[in-house]
């Protein structure tokens, strides 16, 4: 007989894939902020220095429902939250309410060029926790650049893209499509696991 | 007190060559009056082509071809000799440039700083190498001895008046730094080293020779003192690179910019400040030059930092015309307060602070480009926040209704029938005392696609809807 394996540290280390997740696994270490999400990501929230992408059915459809509680986690971190060429005028009062330290955000204005410039400078550098970027047009070769910028920085890398991209191949570690209608979550790809075949009901804003 | 003396023997050609990225094109230096110019240096690639310095050109012309020619320009070497005071500044506040081509720097009362003599000069020469200038070094313990020293020796370090003399005793009587024609006069009264002349009586040697004789061998043994005048650092910076061809490109720009760069840099580490602002003038051959300012958020002194910065702007710029000289100002010498870290800090490891990159970005996307996020105490939505990193503003205290967290920078017409209104209306009435009044009722809309919106009446054009933001 070989030596004694530990089958909990197997099981960490992700050698062995279980079918079927029943226990409750322990906080990961860049949690969403949603229980019910973070129940279904093998990393128990988002992947540490990746990429993630956010396909949107339109912009606006419930993205920053999404994000803020981890936004507002980093900022009261005191670590630096970046946002390159958000689409529309991020609205101070609305994201303080929702917990985000505004000292700790900067807001970069980027012609559609140069976006992706912009956002793998950010997340290179690391002296960014998060960056978070609307590109308007990326291919496959540029989300694997910013994927591979985040890896350096040790940053989260956000991308936020239409829901029209979601046939096309993404080197992302975590792919979340946001449906206006139903209000819902799903899990389209997720490294390190299965994408959970059953998709998330979201809580709305704005009632 | 222990003098260094670094002699740079072929400065006017380093200088030269420094400015050109081909150093295996042959290339010679031209002095002399127009009617018969003569090579005054020639690099390897020349040399090997055959061409000696003393060579008159007719005759360079006629042993080789191919060959490049530059004009020896005095005030380029005044410009690099100055930046290597300023660069030896940083390791002693007493530096000279009595010798031509030489520098003179008091070094004893530095080695408590700086360590040994031996780290000291390796220093030295790895960062002349940096430069492209080569040197010879020399420590003895006094400056003319140190100068003399190094007419023979390389490397040579003797730390006591006695070693000195005994070093300078050894010294051939033409190196000694005596003019022409008495160290002439000595050689052929067989006198070969200075040795020799020191073993002579003074008064019979006063009565030969002028007095500066024995005046220069007193200095040259410590008796009696060399006035030199310091090197002063001076209050701005001003540097040029003279280009021989026109430039039209951003490329062609980039390599002497990064000479005056690095030119700057080293001016900085010896003034021990920074700069914040930097004017890079293109002069042209004709009209106007044109200016490019590059402004700093804080003061930098890092030379690859500055370059990239600068580098950024001078790519956004269109140039109008061909470009004859670079020119860069800077006038004003902030303190220089190196960023600290703490040693437990998680992102301790990380290669670039947020200051260096919001330069970067800066630098390439617009000098507005990055912003932060403020709070701006006021009830009208397009009034309640600030672009500007400002202090953190007072919030309203608990809002009454729900706020959308994007807006709309314009607000956008709604078609009727594409939307359902939730809920009651809010009024928003304020702002009159500016002249940019609103009344208000503000809607909290879904569209058919199942967005959830907020759109506003104006009370005074009732029945049209204005999307203003989208609760997302």
Not at chain 2, 257 to 286: K, M, S, T
Request: glycine letters at 8%; charged letters at 20%.
């Amino acid at each position: 007989m070989g030596a004694v394996v530990d089958l909990e540290r197997l099981l960490e280390q992700r050698q062995v894939w279980r079918g079927r997740q029943t226990q409750v696994r322990p906080q990961g270490l860049q949690p969403t902020g949603h229980a019910q999400l973070d129940q279904q990501l093998p990393e128990g929230g988002w992947p540490v220095a990746a990429l993630s992408e956010l396909l949107l059915a339109s912009a606006g459809c419930g993205e920053l429902h999404l994000l803020w509680p981890t936004l507002a986690r980093l900022t009261s971190e005191r670590q630096r939250v970046v946002l390159v060429a958000p689409p529309f005028i991020p609205y101070a009062p609305a994201w303080l309410a929702a917990g985000v330290d505004l000292r700790w955000l900067a807001v970069i204005d980027a012609s559609a060029q140069e976006v992706l410039w912009a956002a793998e400078q950010c997340l290179r550098s690391g002296s960014c926790a998060a960056v978070l970027c609307w590109p308007a047009q990326a291919d496959d070769r540029a989300l694997r650049r910013l994927q591979v910028a985040a890896q350096t920085g040790n940053a989260l890398g956000i991308a936020c893209r239409p829901l029209q991209a979601a046939g096309n191949p993404s080197p992302a570690a975590l792919r979340i499509a946001i449906d206006a209608r139903p209000a819902q979550w799903r899990v389209l790809k997720c490294r390190g696991g299965q994408a959970p075949s059953t998709p998330l009901a979201r809580p709305r804003q704005g009632r | 007190m222990l003098w260094a003396c670094i002699v740079l023997p072929q400065l006017a050609l380093d200088t030269v060559l420094r400015d050109r990225d081909d150093p295996h094109t042959p290339l010679v230096l031209l002095g002399g009056p127009t009617q018969r110019r003569v090579l005054q240096a020639v690099n390897g690639a020349a040399a090997a082509l055959g061409l000696r310095a003393g060579q008159s050109l007719t005759a360079a012309r006629a042993l080789a071809d191919g060959f490049n020619c530059v004009e020896a320009d005095p005030a380029r070497i005044e410009q690099v000799e100055q930046m290597l005071a300023a660069w030896a500044y940083g390791y002693s506040a007493q530096v000279s440039l009595h010798y031509p081509r030489t520098l003179l720097l008091e070094v004893g009362s530095s080695l408590q700083l700086f360590g040994s003599w031996a780290q000291v000069q390796a220093r030295m020469r790895e960062q002349l190498q940096g430069f492209g200038l080569r040197q010879r070094i020399v420590l003895a313990a006094n400056p003319v001895a140190a100068r003399m020293l190094a007419n023979a020796h390389d490397g040579l370090a003797v730390t006591t008046p006695e070693q000195t003399r005994a070093a300078l005793a050894q010294l051939p009587i033409e190196r000694s730094g005596l003019p022409g024609e008495v160290a002439e006069a000595f050689a052929r009264m067989g006198l070969r080293r200075v040795q020799q002349v020191l073993e002579l009586p003074r008064e019979a040697l006063a009565r030969r020779f002028p007095a500066s004789v024995q005046l220069h061998l007193d200095q040259l043994l410590g008796l009696r003192r060399l006035p030199l005048a310091f090197y002063e650092p001076p209050q701005r910076f001003d540097a040029f690179v003279e280009l021989n061809f026109d430039v039209e490109s951003h490329e062609a720009l980039l390599f002497p910019l990064r000479r005056l760069i690095a030119d700057l840099a080293v001016f900085l580490l010896g003034r021990d400040c920074g700069v914040q602002r930097l004017d890079l003038h293109l002069e042209h051959a004709q009209g106007q030059s044109t200016l490019l300012k590059v402004g700093l958020l804080s003061a930098e002194r890092d030379a690859g930092l500055l370059f990239e910065l600068a580098r950024g702007r001078l790519e956004a710029l269109r140039i109008p015309a061909p470009v004859r000289k670079l020119r860069l100002q800077v006038d004003d010498l902030p303190r220089f307060v190196p960023s600290h870290q703490g040693l437990f800090d998680p992102r301790a490891a990380q290669a670039q602070s947020w200051e260096q990159l919001r330069e970067r970005l800066r630098a390439r996307l617009g000098d507005t480009a990055v912003n932060g996020l403020s709070v701006h105490s006021d009830h009208r939505p397009e009034q309640a926040w600030r672009s500007a990193e400002a202090a953190q503003g007072l919030a309203l205290g608990p809002l009454a209704g729900q706020r959308p967290g994007w807006l709309l920078a314009d607000p956008q017409k709604l078609a009727p029938s594409t939307f359902t209104v939730l809920g009651q209306p809010e009024r928003i009435e304020s702002g009159w005392w500016d002249g940019s009044d609103v009344r208000r009722d503000y809607f909290r809309i879904e569209t058919r696609e199942g967005l959830r919106g907020w759109a506003y009446q104006d009370i005074a054009q009732p029945g049209q809807l204005w999307l203003q933001g989208w609760f997302a």
